[in-house]
């Protein structure tokens, strides 16, 4: 039996349409993280691309598939990341 996903890959939209890709285990804390809610301030592209809204986000049963996810959309156009995004084929 596979137990439930504890690790999540995002993309966030910043304020300026740019995204940013990340993971974790805490979804609702790290968007608010993002946005300057809470103890951590967010990464520091976000900073100042305030504020984020996560449009994406892909659940993983382990951390290294979660990274393996987020080394990969990483590398996305950013067009591609908008077709990802809009549902929109991308391979």
Known sequence: MLRPPV?????AQC???????GQTD???EREK???GIGKFRG???TE??????????EPYQTRSFAMLREKELK???HE????????RAIY
Do not use: M
Request: charged residues 20%; proline residues 2%; hydrophobic residues 30%.
């Open 48 to 57: 100042t691309r305030r504020p984020v809204k996560f449009v994406h986000i």
């Open 15 to 21: 304020s300026d349409g740019s995204y940013y890709t």
């Open 33 to 35: 993280e993002h946005n």
């Open 7 to 11: 690790f999540y890959v995002y993309l």
């Open 43 to 45: 990464a520091n592209y």
């Open 26 to 28: 805490n979804i609702v």
């Open 80 to 87: 591609q990341k908008d077709d990802l995004v809009n549902c």
């Open 75 to 77: 590398k996305l156009t």
